[in-house]
């Protein structure tokens, strides 16, 4: 059975969209089939993937907006078991366009109902750093809600917004959406900040925090501009070991 894991966190920079690129690249390795949907106008979850963005005439803005079936707008990438719907600026013209009208909340879940049945083991959603439309259909389509948090400044303010947010959505149009689980990112030990707040994390959230720590690490940044997941670019860096160990324990909670 498919599972549709949100990558979530209306701060910006806190490391999603390297998360959701690396986490899906990592999953595909221990031989799971992931579709990564980018719902991120900025489109950065395809361009990690070798995608020019630009020159794409079917997007998820034309199977959320215009009801293109969802297959039409899949690509295949060049990372053996991972496919992208990819994202550009059209996809910001969404939250106009369909505020106010008949279930704006369920778009996103309706249209991935039209995907074949059982094709992908996960769907892995890019969302924007916002909590607009575009991040609220992500969640209503949701399983599972993954939430990375910086180890810097104001971080725990951020999750208690996605939070809020998660427990409305639970309330009023997804029941069974859970948190997949809270993953400390861009961590470095050296420092007394990111000692401190992976602590808090822990203490407050428990068993609800991904073991895996996330690691400040060059290999990540240098993949970016390749366009490549650091799983493929430099796969034994400490970046992509990481990764590796977060797929292990995604694949750990199909048991739950």
Request: proline letters at 5%; glycine letters at 8%.
């Amino acid at each position: 059975m498919t599972r549709i894991i949100a990558i979530a966190n209306q701060k910006g920079g806190v490391g999603k969209t390297t998360t959701a690129i690396n986490l899906s690249s990592a999953l595909a390795h221990f031989g799971r089939k992931v579709l990564l949907l980018d719902m991120d106008p900025q489109g950065n979850a395809g361009r990690g993937l070798g995608v020019d963005i630009n020159l794409q005439k079917h997007t998820i803005y034309e199977v959320i907006a215009e009801g293109l079936n969802p297959t039409q707008a899949i690509l295949t990438t060049s990372f053996e078991g991972v496919d992208v719907i990819p994202a550009n600026l059209r996809l910001a013209q969404f939250e106009g366009k369909n505020e106010g009208g008949v279930h704006p909340f369920s778009v996103l879940k309706n249209a991935l109902a039209k995907l074949p049945k059982d094709h992908y083991d996960y769907i892995v959603v890019d969302c924007p750093p916002s909590l607009g439309l575009l991040c609220l259909n992500s969640l209503v389509a949701a399983d599972a809600v993954l939430i990375p948090v910086q180890c810097e400044y104001f971080a725990m303010e951020a999750v208690a917004a996605i939070i809020s947010t998660i427990a409305k959505v639970q309330h009023d149009y997804n029941p069974s959406l859970s948190i997949e689980g809270f993953l400390l990112t861009m961590y470095d030990q050296r420092t007394t900040l990111g000692t401190e707040i992976s602590s808090q994390v822990r203490k407050t959230f428990k068993e609800n925090t991904f073991l895996t720590v996330i690691p400040r690490n060059q290999s990540v940044s240098e993949s970016q501009g390749r366009q490549m997941p650091v799983t493929s670019f430099r796969p034994t860096s400490q970046g992509a070991v990481a990764y590796f160990a977060l797929a292990r324990e995604v694949i750990d909670h199909e048991e739950r």
